[in-house]
């Protein structure tokens, strides 16, 4: 029982009692006159009944009155719900969310407090709002604000690495990779050959992973499968032999370039070459022989299918952002920094794959450095790269799992390493947060392991929802509730009431459609739906003079 359940049972229990204990005294009353009358009309003696009548008479108002003062007490019995319970999260639960230590990632604002509320856990995070309604200003740039912990930005715009690099050069070492020149930033370099080890028995999976990531079609355009598939066992082949043959300073994606493009004469040598390879437990030597195994129609099919997919590797920018690493991802476990990966998006059609091969390459470094050992076994990731961060030394945070904040997500196209680091979770050290426009986005790429992301994701934002399939999953995942309503019908001349029960959405899709710009809905694992303030950053005191304005 509530505080203010137990005031009104103690104000209204007198009130019970003493009405009770009336009626009790009316049943009482009613036994001793009917006791009386029934021995006068049969003209019987007073005896053992009538003694016992005038027992109960006399208790009863008592006893009356006692369960009637007892009755206030008493806790309404809720009524069994019939179609659902859902309901949503009331002012309690949403000040629950407020973090203790400002601690967390910041998820929304409490829509009667005015607190930023945060998100602790170890789960993914997913957010779902179309263009312009503020997945920047509300959910990217606060994060990257305020989070004292690696993060790995997808800064379409470059807008992101402009406003924050300050704060975040805060927090630890920022690189911006920014091959374009958007954010008049020199450009750091990652090449992700870097950390690729022939002696390594994973060697064929890193190389694959890689390759997986340079074969890609844009969405919609309908690459044949089998060409895809025979020209990522050439890649990976080729990758194997640039980490076996070459010296460091050639080993990184130009070079891969270079073999995919040589004169006949001398693609078939560089065959050979790999024939005669026993590195990579021989795996190079099988590559080479696969593709020597096929007719020349469906070589040279292969080959170009393989060429079409390296394509980008021809611009020199390219060439140059990934020549060599000024860092190494794992260390982002260990010390606080930042990367940004800027790709403006008129550049985004063409040069997806280099996104792609950042992505895949640091989620892979990510989990080999789960138990903070090096690729390379013995040697850690910091003296493996023995970069330049001596200056920036910083402790690692207390939640040292890297945020993968993921603009843009439908960029990426469908990327394995990607879906299989969403069904892990925080044991591996990353936590992601990709964002979508819709669910159509995910779907178009995913399919069925767009269930995959949802599943996984322990807190959803979704706002200014414009699309109806989006609006109907997030009302069905809300869940309905039971709605009572009365009817009355008329029958000779009298008129009969009756109350039914049906099912409701808590919110349905138009509703969730006709939401008001400043409010989102969120929804997270094992609470209550939550409808918040969304943030803007830009007018929000709590991020006053940490930003940049552009
Ligand atoms: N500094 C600012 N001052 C005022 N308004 C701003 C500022 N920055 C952004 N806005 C406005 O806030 C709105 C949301 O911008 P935001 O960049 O968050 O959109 P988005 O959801 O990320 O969209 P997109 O898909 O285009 O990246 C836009 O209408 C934008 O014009
Ligand atoms: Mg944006």
Redesign the pocket.
Known sequence: MTVWGFVKAVVTAPFLGAICAAIGWVNAGTIIFLDFVVHWAFGLEQGLISQVALVVAKHLPLVFGVFGFMGAFVSEVPVQSVFGTARWASAKDIASMAGKHRAGLIIGRDPQKKALLRYDGPSHLMTMAP?RTG??VGT?IPNLLTAQRSVICID??G?NARITARAREGFGALHVLDPFGVTDRPSSCFNPFAHLDANDVDIAEHAGTLADALVYDEPGSSGDVHWNEEARALIAGLIMMVVASEPPHLRHPATLRDYLTRPPKAFADLLTRMQESDRCDGLIARAANRHLGKSDCEASGVLSSAQRHTHFLDSPRMKRVMERSDFCFADLKQRTQSVFLVLPPDRLGTYARWLRLMISQSLTEMVRMRNGTSPVEGVTASEAMSATWGSQKKEAPANNSVLFLL??FASLGRLQAVERAMGLMAGYGVQLWP?LQDIHQLRALYGKGANTFLANAGVLQVFGVNDIETAELVARSIGKRDAHYMTASHSEGKQTNSEHIAARNLINADEIMRLPDDRMILLRQGHYPAKLRKIRYYEDKEFKGLFDRI
């Open positions: 263009t997945k920047g990217i379409p715009k807008e603009d843009e964002i």
